[in-house]
């Protein structure tokens, strides 16, 4: 049965969409069997996967509203080398279908439920911001993976995310934990981010990644070539640091 991991964060613009395709690429280079989730209507994930989002016959709006299977609208990412199960801005109407629905938190726990043994990894893009489409991917979740930018805002934004974690393994997902914080976008030379990187881990020691994702040029060219790091330049910083991060989930989700 696959690990599902969300890649969360409601501040926009903290590399989450960056980490949710380069942590898939890298755990399907260590030979794990990944499916990547955009569950994000800008469709990002999808685009910096090397799919059309404006040529989509299906997505994972039809798949939540149940007008079509999930086998219909899983898509393989010859450029990144893995299963995506795409989005576009279709999905802001479905999110407005979803709160008519009775256990509308349960669709996409439902809706992957056929194909859950067929991957090692789940991964989903959530969107920024905790909505009905967040909460969906956090019931259907083992773990929540959370994205931080080393900047000012960046704890104030932490806690309100943790009080909505909270609350679905109150409702929903009694099983959901955090995997973990990665600290991303990092620049060494930021007297800021040190500071908050060094709060970070005296208060959540236990749960922030070692590996840190510094800010690199190819991670932020790559998506424009619809690829990943690994794909686009394998020996970059920005590469090698999510296949160290790959390692790591590896070893917290205990897949080794």
């Known amino acids: 049965m696959a690990t599902v991991l969300s890649i969360a964060n409601q501040k926009g613009g903290v590399g989450k969409t960056t980490t949710a395709v380069n942590l898939s ?57 893995i299963d995506v199960l795409p989005s576009n801005t279709d999905l802001v109407a479905a999110e407005v279908e979803l709160l008519r629905m009775p256990e509308s938190e349960y669709k996409l726990t439902n809706s992957v439920a056929p194909i859950i043994d067929n991957y090692d990894y789940i991964i989903i893009d959530c969107p920024p911001s905790l909505n009905m489409l967040t909460i969906n991917a956090f019931t259907a979740s083992n773990g929540v993976i959370i994205p931080m930018q080393c900047e000012y805002y960046a704890l104030e934004g932490l806690s309100a995310l943790m009080q909505t974690i909270d609350k679905i393994k109150e409702t929903t997902n009694p099983k959901l934990e955090i995997t973990g914080l990665v600290r991303t976008m990092y ?38 070539f619809g690829q990943a790091a690994i794909n686009y330049a394998r020996t970059s910083k920005g590469s090698v640091s999510y296949i160290s991060l790959a390692s790591e989930v590896l070893r917290k989700t205990q897949q080794i």
Request: hydrophobic residues 35%; proline residues 3%.
């Open 25 to 81: 690429a890298s755990l399907r280079a260590i030979k794990k069997r990944v499916l990547l989730i955009d569950i994000d209507p800008q469709g990002n994930a999808t685009m910096g996967c090397g799919i059309d989002k404006y040529d989509l016959t299906n997505s994972v709006c039809e798949l939540l509203l149940g007008e079509c299977s999930i086998d219909e609208c899983v898509s393989y990412s010859e450029q990144v080398g």
């Open 187 to 224: 620049d060494s030379r930021n007297n800021l981010s040190n500071e908050v990187s060094i709060q970070l881990l005296q208060y959540f020691s236990h749960k922030v990644f070692k590996t840190i994702i510094p800010r690199n040029v190819k991670l932020a060219e790559a998506p424009s």
